[in-house]
């Protein structure tokens, strides 16, 4: 038996959020705000039953007009409810745990449901008792001086929402129904017209009951307060942890006798030690006459018991051996490093609730459910991985938890390093919609996207998110480059062209023209906003020379470097050439920039991408603000040099960078760069021969960016291609910065 399936509505941003969880392990991730650890809260708010807890404001913003609506007595107007769904999936030894949830006597299936509404209990009596509440305080508030020309006074509560506010608990309640899965589709959404069985206290147990006979749900909060601090009440020392550990679980070490015998042999040494030590000073005070009456021997002895040793702050302390074969060179816990200590802290807090949920006596919940949040928190990427990667084997080590029991993982989490350890399937991306009032989340499951995605481009994704460290699934929006130099020119180019973007957190992923369309399905089912920065990578088919047979490979000059050939002349052919590498303006190029192919803009010819419009290279964002895509590669420019003009393109960064700073980057000064040309015989001879010397094997594309960044980078522009496209997303993310040299610092494309 597990939890498979959460679906909240009208909590927080979860305005309908449907959550497939793992039998095992779910991680939950997603940009900050997303609404991941407003779930671990619902579940919380939700299985306590205490409708205290919960605050007008835990109901979805884009909700409280409909307060002011029945307020109004807006026709079909209600008062919004926050409501939740469990499903769980069981099979046939556990319908006798799920009986009270069975729809009827004839079910059959694999899921049973349970619903928790908080709701009003009466919405008319709830408005009769505002509105009676707002004529009294104006009636009490009615000798109020006001001064002359201010607005009249209005004692609060002045609405029913300011009403609900300060009395939400006492107006709504809790109310548990059975779900019938006979009545939900496969996407679980119920049919139109079906309205569930509420259950009702019956035989002195109620729906919170029976809910909390099914699950027990525990939480590892990120704020561990594991500081190294001596006092404070913030300070959490591992030592003082385990005495808790021990002291709940102390009923089952009870019997252990050897431990017993060796406390009782250090119980009779220590009391002789004691003995000796204050036999002078005992013999003194029995000349006094104290303590009484009888005039007893005093003593001094021990109380060697477990508890106690444990319980007491300075009883014991966790030690860390400094060598393996020596026990006796030792430090303190405090001297070890925080990550650490935090891991085996978060390992005996799992191990401590856990085993408080198998100490239960009489009828255990049969299933656990621990929410962790933020784990990497004081951890390095390896002790991270190392976490994820045990923390479900060290749990299934407890001997005594039954075959029917489960204990199934919830990780919030920020960490890449997570991801790279669990891959796709337990994955559960949490992706913001909209913003103010209206903001929302929504939950996809990517081992949906797993199963639906066909190889090879599925594991070719997984692979490469366990190699880069993919941090994609926690940014506000996604930027693709063509290589290593772009990724390392990215944030100076940021910072020159579109500096809003440095309030955004951007996931830059390097992926190159060969395989950068294979992101294609990842991003589109993500609904991230993405700019793609790639390289025109022109091409071309020469005649064939004297004796020259025809051949299908594509030619050592482009051996990767700037993409692999594309599908057709991968597909080979009777009469095909080796493509070459060429400048744009050749006549007939194409480009073998797979991104460009078969994704966006999905041309091929050279002249027509050059001509495209800025329209044509992107997807519009939908309604929900999500899944705008803008693909960006050098465009024409208008070269200057010597009192010629000409228009050319590069073909890669390199050459489109060199054409917009062409005065720059022929100084001598700047020779280190390796984009200088000696003695050019006109600037086509120059433009020519700066192509010709980015594509020599002896050019090397690090070198280059590493140059740059040794620049001062207020002497060179940002390429125009990027800078219009780093300023497409600061748009989209709605973050752009007016600066007043930015049009003097970039300079206007000629479209071919």
Not at 214 to 224: C, E, G, M, P, T
Not at 671 to 679: Q, T
Request: proline share 4%; hydrophobic share 40%; net charge negative.
């Amino acid at each position: 038996m597990h939890l498979s399936k959460i679906r909240l509505r009208n909590f927080r941003r979860l305005v309908d959020a449907k959550i497939d969880l793992d039998e095992q392990i779910s991680i939950f991730v997603g940009a900050n705000n997303s609404g991941k650890t407003s779930v671990a809260q619902a579940m919380h708010l939700f299985l306590a039953g205490d409708r205290h807890r919960f605050a007008f404001h835990d109901i979805s913003a884009s909700k409280w007009s409909d307060v002011q609506a029945f307020e109004n007595g807006d026709e079909g107007a209600t008062l919004p409810e926050i409501v939740m769904d469990l499903w769980f999936s069981v099979n046939e030894a556990d319908l006798h745990r799920v009986i009270d949830l069975l729809p009827s006597l004839n079910w059959e299936g694999t899921h049973v449901g349970v619903r928790i509404a908080f709701a009003p209990q009466n919405a008319t009596d709830t408005l009769q008792r505002f509105r009676t509440r707002f004529e009294e305080e104006q009636q009490a508030a009615a000798n109020v001086q006001v001064p002359e020309g201010s607005q009249p006074y209005i004692a609060p509560p002045r609405t029913l929402r300011e009403f609900l506010e300060a009395e939400l608990h006492r107006e709504y309640e809790f109310r548990y129904y059975v779900l019938d899965v006979e009545q939900f589709n496969a996407d679980f959404e119920q049919n139109v017209g079906y309205e569930p069985l509420e259950l009702l206290r019956e035989q002195g147990r109620t729906g919170r009951d029976i809910v909390g006979d099914l699950i027990k749900v525990d939480f590892l909060h990120a704020q561990r307060h594991l500081s190294d601090s001596a006092g404070g009440s913030r300070a959490e020392e591992l030592s003082r942890h385990l005495s808790r550990y021990y002291a709940r679980n102390l009923e089952r070490h009870a019997e252990d006798h050897n431990a017993l015998h060796a406390l009782a042999v250090s119980e009779d040494q220590l009391n002789r030690h004691l003995a000796q030590v204050f036999e002078d000073t005992l013999g003194r005070l029995s000349q006094l006459g104290y303590p009484g009456f009888a005039n007893p021997r005093l003593m001094i002895k021990s109380a060697l018991n477990p508890a106690t040793i444990m319980n007491s702050q300075d009883g014991t302390h966790v030690h860390y051996a400094l060598n393996a074969e020596n026990d006796d060179l030792t430090l303190p816990d405090k001297y070890n490093g925080l990550g650490f200590k935090n891991l085996i802290y978060m390992v005996v807090e799992l191990l401590d609730l856990h085993a408080q949920w198998l100490a239960i006596e009489g009828d255990r919940p049969p299933l656990h459910l621990v929410f962790v949040e933020e784990p990497e928190a004081h951890l390095h990427a390896q002790l991270q991985q190392v976490f994820v990667n045990k923390v479900l084997d060290i749990l299934a080590e407890e001997a005594d938890e039954p075959q029917d029991f489960a204990t199934q993982l919830i990780l919030t989490t920020h960490s890449p390093h997570i991801l790279y350890e669990r891959g796709f399937t337990p994955i559960r991306y949490f992706r913001r919609e909209n913003a103010g009032v209206a903001q929302t989340s929504k939950v996809l499951n990517l081992s949906e996207f797993y199963r639906k995605t066909e190889d090879p481009s599925r594991d070719f994704l997984e692979r490469y998110l366990k190699l880069t460290h993919c941090d994609l699934f926690f940014a506000d929006a996604a930027v693709l480059v063509e290589g290593n130099v772009e990724r390392l020119l990215m944030p100076q180019m940021i910072k020159n062209a579109a500096p809003g973007l440095r309030s955004s957190y951007l996931s830059v992923l390097e992926i190159g023209g060969a395989f950068g369309h294979q992101f294609r399905t990842l991003i589109e089912f993500l609904g991230i906003t993405t700019l793609i920065i790639t390289d025109l990578d022109s091409v071309h088919f020469p005649p064939l020379e004297v004796g020259e047979e025809d051949d299908d490979e594509l030619d050592e000059a482009d051996d990767g470097a700037d993409g692999e050939a594309d599908e057709e002349q991968a597909a080979g052919g009777a009469n095909r050439r080796k493509k070459k590498t060429c400048t744009p303006e050749t006549a007939d190029a194409e480009t073998s920039n797979q991104m460009l192919i078969q994704w966006l803009p999905a041309r091929r010819r050279i002249d027509e991408l050059l001509a495209l419009a800025a329209a044509a290279k992107g997807i519009q964002a939908d309604e929900n603000g999500l899944g705008a895509v803008r693909v960006t590669y050098p465009c024409t420019v208008q070269l200057n040099w010597n009192d010629e003009t000409i228009e050319r393109a590069g073909r890669t960064l390199e050459a489109a960078f060199a054409f917009e700073n062409l005065d720059w980057t022929q100084n001598i000064n700047n020779k280190d760069l390796n984009l200088r040309i000696r003695n050019p015989d006109n600037l086509a001879d120059l433009a020519k021969r700066l192509h010709d010397k980015i594509h020599r094997d002896s050019f090397k594309k690090t070198d280059f960016a590493l140059a740059l960044l040794g620049k001062n980078p207020q002497d060179w522009t940002v390429p125009h291609y990027i800078a219009e496209g780093l300023q497409w997303l600061e748009e989209q993310l709605g973050v752009t910065e007016v600066q007043e040299h930015e049009q003097e610092q970039q300079p206007e494309a000629v479209q071919a």
